[in-house]
């Protein structure tokens, strides 16, 4: 099997929440197998919001202003897959999320030095509430971003019903996510 630099972008402020034990029994599965894994909590992080100053790459670094973008660009640019795993807030992503999916439009610029090589990504998601299109709007924005970035989705992973940090041990989700992850 091919060895692949897998990024895992977590989105809860929660530390040891719901979709971090995702990310977890995710990256159990994907490094069981021999991939190798890099993650960054965005949801912890201080990447703030695009500027559109339009300056990317002017400084020598992927964004001219100092957050945590510094650190997450170098990972994505050596990244061959790309997992999302995150609570739903107000059926999206997290603002600290968004941000830092916002400033990867760095990657886009004709004078990116290191464009991005992801061709597969993973959305892994949990919420609240139950609806049966609870994950319209996330699914939807990451449906469009795979189609825009031209990646196959390996999978998408939607808990429902949990609020309380290890609610989904009972769900079967965290089998399912090492499953993912062994599959890639
Ligand atoms: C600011 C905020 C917004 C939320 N928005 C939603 C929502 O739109 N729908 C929903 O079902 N749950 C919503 N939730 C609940 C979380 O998605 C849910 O508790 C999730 O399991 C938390 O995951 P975590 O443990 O990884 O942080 C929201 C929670 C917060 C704090």
Sequence with gaps: ??????????????????????????????????????????????????????????????????????????????????????????????????AAVDKMNAFLKPVCPTPLKIKESVLMVCAHDTDDDLFDGIDRTYLQMVHYLKLKDRGSLGVRGISNKGDVVSTGALEKARDIGRSI
């Design 1 to 98: 099997m091919e060895k692949k630099t897998i990024l895992v972008l977590t989105g809860s402020p929660r530390k040891g929440g719901n979709s971090d034990m995702m990310a977890e029994a995710f990256i159990e599965g994907a490094t069981s197998v021999g991939h190798e894994v890099l993650r960054f909590d965005a949801g912890r992080n201080t990447v703030n919001g695009c500027r559109a100053c339009g300056a990317c790459w002017a400084k020598g670094s992927a964004c001219v202003f100092e957050d945590g973008f510094t650190e997450l660009a170098p990972l994505l640019a050596k990244a061959d897959v790309l997992v999302l795993s995150t609570p739903l807030y107000w059926f999206n992503f997290p603002s600290q999320l968004k």
